[in-house]
């Protein structure tokens, strides 16, 4: 990144208010449920190795230090913790458990995705010639997570002798190979592995029979190879796998309409039992207009132990699959449940659903029809998202919003999205929105959008006046909310109003603009076009800045203390202080 650009990203650091600079993009429904750090990366908190598993069950090398000698394991493990990163490099100078703690820190996830610059297996190469050794104090122990995303062309240009000699043996004897290969470095090499992400088959098949207890598939490509990976695995064996995320792929050949559905029928085979978390999302079937869906050649297991279920992007075979993935009645002890799409098996299940005792995180996006029956009889919820069809939009003012004022009393997290026809959030839904005194995080939304522009004109002054009545509030989200205008759009003039603001008469001289214009000057080499709409980004950063301030004044009014707020397509956390 040049100067420019270190320089630009800078200005918007400010006294009591930091914005952080991300491309826009819908916020999820998890961020509401609090533990979401800059909308998407989940920040949970996992305890430090044990120190004697670091060390491969060998004594301490100071174990006569009064540190070692005096403080029980548990305590030295909690210390790692507390480890500033800026001190980490001095710290493994001492000795080798030093250095072992610190690697752990630094190697707790592990990212092999083949590129071709060459710096990127030197860890690789690290890891194949310590598990050759007999050391104990070996870089496997310290991993924890690993990502997976290898390319074809470039492993085979990076490592050719490998390859090829891999290719002169026969097919059997590759694939007990690679089968071994596997087994070693999940089960013994890398024995505090917990989290793999994104592998292919033959690691997705040892990954389900070794200790893992957490894996993730993201764009995996469903294929019949895959599943005939699964289908070697032993019968009687069941995985310890505990969470499972799926996002499936249907890839550009030698797709089959039933491969991603069989796919995950197969592995939720292996580990139903033991499943806690399950997200499916992806291709399920592909049903053409007239085609009726059947039953499913490979029955899903029935999940009695799952706690956190999302279901997005896909219809079901038929009503026994829904079944089994969400349990009904005392059966069910859902913690947290998630459906997206209008797959009528799913409404219709989830319309015979009462009261679930257990869950507390409930989000609903594009359902045919509001289930307001089961949203009224679980009353003791903390987080309620829900995304809602252009048809819908009256359901949440009139009924929906009047239910929660009056049952709710417990609700912490709540968002709203309406469908692109609602350009406003209703003053009459603000206004029960105000009547919500236990919310902590409230994410707002409203009109089309279209590419990555938005229409929704934001009345600040309304949601204002609904914040101040919040008194627990802490974050707030507005997306959807109006960025770069299309003046040729039939509704220009009204957004030429909406920006007609006194920092157009300023600009020219400001901070901003000589920072923009250097960048430009770097980037469109002279376009007007382009100049315009760097100017237009300033603006409507200053703009966007000098709105959110006046979100921070109410911390010091009789309404909420927020600390973090999101509109104008930019993040923004507010740091505590005090005024003298």
């Not at 000698?69 to 030295?76: G, Q, R, T």
């Not at 297991?301 to 829904?322: A, E, F, H, Q």
Request: aromatic fraction near 10%; include cysteine.
């Amino acid at each position: 990144m040049s100067e420019a650009a270190d320089d630009y990203k800078s200005f918007f650091c400010t006294n009591g208010l930091t914005w952080t600079w991300r491309d826009g993009s819908d916020i999820s429904p998890g961020w509401c449920a609090g533990n979401v750090n800059s909308y998407e990366s989940k920040s949970t908190f996992r305890p430090p190795l044990p120190l004697d598993k670091l060390l491969g069950g060998c004594p301490p090398a100071a174990s006569d230090s009064p540190l070692f000698a005096l403080l029980p394991i548990e305590v030295l493990t909690r210390i790692q913790s507390f480890l500033p990163a800026n001190e980490l490099i001095n710290f493994a100078l001492v000795n080798s458990d030093c250095r072992q703690i610190a690697r752990s820190i630094w190697f707790e996830t592990l990212v092999f995705d083949y590129d071709f610059e060459r710096s990127r297996l030197s860890v690789l190469d690290k890891l194949i010639k310590e598990s050759r050794q007999s050391s104990a104090l070996n870089l496997g122990a310290c991993i924890r997570r690993m990502v997976v995303a290898t390319n074809g062309e470039c492993f085979q240009s990076l490592h050719a002798t490998e390859y090829d000699t891999l290719g002169k043996v026969s097919g059997d004897e590759k694939e007990l190979q690679l089968q071994r290969a596997a087994d070693y470095y999940f089960k013994s090499y890398i024995p505090s592995l917990t989290y793999v992400f994104k592998t292919g088959p033959k690691l997705l098949q040892t990954a389900l029979q070794s200790p893992i207890l957490h894996l993730r598939l993201n764009g995996t490509i469903t294929n019949q190879e895959l599943i005939e990976a699964f289908r070697k695995i032993e019968p009687q064996h069941t995985s310890r796998l505990q969470t499972l995320d799926i996002e499936l792929s249907k890839g550009k050949f030698g797709h089959q309409a039933g491969h991603s559905f069989d796919l995950v029928a197969r592995m939720l085979k292996y580990c139903s039992s033991s499943l806690r978390t399950f997200r499916w999302n992806g291709v399920y079937t592909h049903l053409g207009d007239g085609e009726e869906a059947g039953e499913s050649p490979e029955p899903l297991p029935p999940l009695l132990n799952i706690r956190d279920l999302t279901l997005t992007s896909g219809r079901m075979r038929s009503p026994k699959d829904v079944q089994a993935l969400l349990p009904s009645g005392l059966a069910c002890k859902l913690v947290r449940l998630e459906v997206d799409s209008p797959d009528v098996y799913k409404v219709q299940h989830i319309d015979t659903f009462t009261e679930i005792p257990t869950l507390k995180e409930l989000a609903l996006t594009n359902i045919m029809g509001v289930p307001l029956s089961l949203i009224e009889a679980n009353s003791q919820l903390d987080l309620l998202s829900i995304i809602v069809r252009d048809d819908q939009a009256d359901i949440i003012d009139n009924t929906l919003l009047p239910l929660l004022c009056r049952r709710f009393h417990n609700l912490r997290s709540l968002a709203i999205e309406y469908g692109s026809a609602r350009t406003q959030v209703s003053n009459f839904a603000l206004q029960y929105i105000s009547q919500l005194k236990s919310l902590e995080r409230l994410h707002l939304s409203a009109g089309e959008r279209y590419l990555w522009r938005r229409t929704w004109l934001v009345d600040h002054h309304a949601i204002r006046q609904c914040v101040r009545q919040l008194p627990k509030l802490k974050s707030l989200a507005l997306s959807r909310d109006t960025y770069h205008p299309d003046i040729s759009n039939t509704n220009g003039d009204h957004y030429e109003r909406y920006y007609t603001s006194p920092d157009l008469l300023t600009a020219r001289d400001s901070k901003e603009h000589q920072l923009i214009s250097r960048r430009y000057d770097e980037l469109a080499g002279g376009n007007f076009e382009g100049e315009l709409k760097w100017k237009f980004e300033m603006i409507h950063r200053r703009r966007m800045l000098l709105k959110a301030y006046k979100y921070i004044y109410l911390r010091y009014e009789d309404g909420p203390s927020l600390d973090f707020l999101y509109f104008g397509e930019l993040p923004a956390s507010m740091p505590s202080f005090e005024i003298l």
